[in-house]
């Protein structure tokens, strides 16, 4: 018996590696914790029975089992026992393993990845971006109807290269059809020099304050004052880059509630380790403002000289 034996006995809707939000090995379910959207983003590793919520985190497995199915924690630890969901084989656990061990290959790009076209710059003016200013301060790129690596489909998409130092470590891809159910496409993680996760998107790092944000677009739009940890789940290689570096952290995710909830839990961890650190919530996201809006905004926040606030 297994976790999916459960799933399917207790009438639980979930995907498996199927369903393109699934990686191999893992059953994936709506996120009983996730606060607003809940999303396909908890995961649970059939074989080792272990949760984790791409939003929110690690989740003990009887917590998970005690909420999914409104039930005491002390039924939930039975269930689990009767399921066999934490009692992983010696193969399992090889499995279990073997599927976070990264192997690495060299770094590059998807095929056919250029300069951005027409399509590419046509998406960047909707959303109130300079297609040029953007493609030459951040090195943008785009692909065309055809763009693979590793077998994944990177076709229509922006490519953002991501710097850690002069080197390129990694990458992210937005979509611009507005078709693809999957927005965001990052690097292959065998494929990065440094995982995306344990590093920043931004630039001048000499500053002692920033600004901290979700994505890359939100660090386009609010200057080189951002900096971004790729969504709201930071991790503790991140807090530790950005304590190092910055005196002073103002957080500012999406107004949705686990956003907020994200933001709340990183200004603690920050102000743990001496930061002077505080949330600002706005509606919204902050890559969707004006550019006058955003100018504002970081003023506002900021309270610093004009100077110090100009577009790199």
Not at 74 to 87: F, S
Not at 269 to 294: C, M, T, W, Y
Request: glycine share 8%; aromatic share 10%; with cysteine.
């Amino acid at each position: 018996m297994s976790i999916l034996d459960l799933y399917q006995d207790f009438g639980i809707q979930f995907q498996t590696e199927d369903h393109k939000h699934c990686r191999p090995g893992w059953a994936n379910l709506e996120c009983p914790f996730c606060e607003g959207n809940p999303g396909l983003h908890l995961g649970c590793h059939i074989n080792s029975g272990h949760f984790y919520c791409w939003r929110c985190g690690y989740k003990p497995t009887s917590k998970v089992i005690t909420k999914l199915l409104n039930v005491e924690e002390g039924r939930a630890k039975d269930l689990i026992r009767q399921y066999k969901i934490t009692r992983p084989s010696s193969s399992s656990i090889s499995s279990a393993t073997q599927d976070h061990k990264i192997q690495f290959h060299p770094h590059k790009l998807p095929s056919h990845t250029g300069p951005l076209e027409r399509q590419h710059q046509l998406y960047l003016e909707r959303r109130g971006f300079d297609p040029d200013y953007l493609e030459k301060e951040w090195g943008l790129l785009g692909t065309g109807p055809i763009s693979y690596l590793d077998d994944i489909d990177y076709r229509h998409r922006i490519m953002v290269p991501i710097f850690w130092g002069e080197e390129q470590v990694s990458f992210q891809t937005r979509d611009i059809t507005g078709k693809s159910e999957v927005k965001y496409i990052a690097c292959p993680k065998n494929r990065e020099k440094i995982h995306h996760k344990h590093i920043l998107y931004g630039k001048n790092w000499d500053r002692e304050v920033g600004i901290c944000v979700e994505g890359v677009t939100d660090v386009w739009r609010l200057g080189p004052m951002a900096f971004a940890v790729f969504g709201i789940e930071y991790t503790y290689r991140q807090i530790r880059i950005i304590a190092k570096q910055f005196k002073r952290v103002i957080v500012l995710f999406d107004d949705d509630p686990q956003a907020i909830k994200q933001g709340t839990q990183l200004v603690s961890e920050l102000s743990f380790r001496g930061v002077n650190a505080h949330q600002e919530i706005i509606k919204g996201d902050p890559g969707d403002l004006s550019q006058e809006e955003a100018d504002y905004l970081v003023k506002q926040i900021i309270g610093g000289k004009e100077n110090d606030l100009e577009r790199v």
